[in-house]
T-cell receptor, first 112, second 115 residues
Framework: KQEVTQIPAALSVPEGENLVLNCSFTDSAIYNLQWFRQDPGKGLTSLLLIQSSQREQTSGRLNASLDKSSGRSTLYIAASQPGDSATYLCAVRPDSGYALNFGKGTSLLVTP | GAGVSQSPSNKVTEKGKDVELRCDPISGHTALYWYRQSLGQGLEFLIYFQGNSAPDKSGLPSDRFSAERTGGSVSTLTIQRTQQEDSAVYLC?????????????FGQGTRLTVV
């Protein structure tokens, strides 16, 4: 069974810092990996989608990398802002299935 | 519509009552998923619909839970004889595979509280 782990569980940084969120998964047979953002009491917003054949994806200040063979992905946030405060979730879609397997998320607080 | 729409956004029900949660996927998306997010827990897969294929119900926690998808679009998740442990946020997602890319989009969720 695919296990997805996100470290750290919580992170607090001052505004302007660059930061890295980590995601690891136990089964490297994945189709793709998706990073989401969840604001309190809200649904999930898709941030970045990385296909298994890709190494990284970028969107604005966000950069996600994927090392499929070692079962790891990182989400890099440049020049963090208070508006980045949210929970960030990593999810993997298996090669032989469709249900996304989620980590428990990293709760990020960016202080002014 | 522009995104996945879920209703109601909040539902408070008495223990033992039945509830229905609704999901309107993004128009044209063939796949629809239901997930449950309990306090302090990760997202738990419940059920998956793809086109006209038989749904994958392997994630449903008990036979009190059922779901249907009518006309390949709107889906309803029904919980019968609700229990307090059913309290959670129920999230619906839809996706479409295009040129090998499958990206899931989620609704805002229905927060269910069983009292």
């Amino acid at each position: 069974k695919q296990e997805v782990t996100q470290i750290p569980a919580a992170l607090s940084v001052p505004e302007g810092e660059n930061l890295v969120l980590n995601c690891s998964f136990t089964d490297s047979a994945i189709y793709n990996l998706q990073w989401f953002r969840q604001d309190p009491g809200k649904g999930l917003t898709s941030l970045l989608l990385i296909q298994s054949s890709q190494r990284e994806q970028t969107s604005g200040r966000l950069n996600a990398s994927l090392d499929k063979s070692s079962g790891r992905s990182t989400l890099y946030i440049a020049a963090s802002q208070p508006g980045d405060s949210a929970t960030y979730l990593c999810a993997v879609r298996p090669d032989s299935g469709y249900a996304l397997n989620f980590g428990k998320g990293t709760s990020l607080l960016v202080t002014p | 519509g522009a995104g996945v729409s879920q209703s109601p956004s909040n539902k408070v029900t008495e223990k033992g009552k039945d509830v229905e949660l609704r999901c309107d996927p993004i128009s044209g998306h063939t796949a629809l998923y239901w997930y449950r997010q309990s306090l302090g827990q990760g997202l738990e897969f419940l059920i998956y619909f793809q086109g006209n294929s038989a749904p994958d119900k392997s994630g449903l926690p008990s036979d009190r839970f059922s779901a249907e998808r009518t006309g390949g679009s709107v889906s309803t998740l029904t919980i019968q004889r609700t229990q307090q442990e059913d309290s959670a946020v129920y999230l619906c997602a839809s996706s479409l595979t295009l040129r090998g890319l499958t990206e899931a989009f989620f609704g805002q969720g229905t927060r269910l509280t069983v009292v």
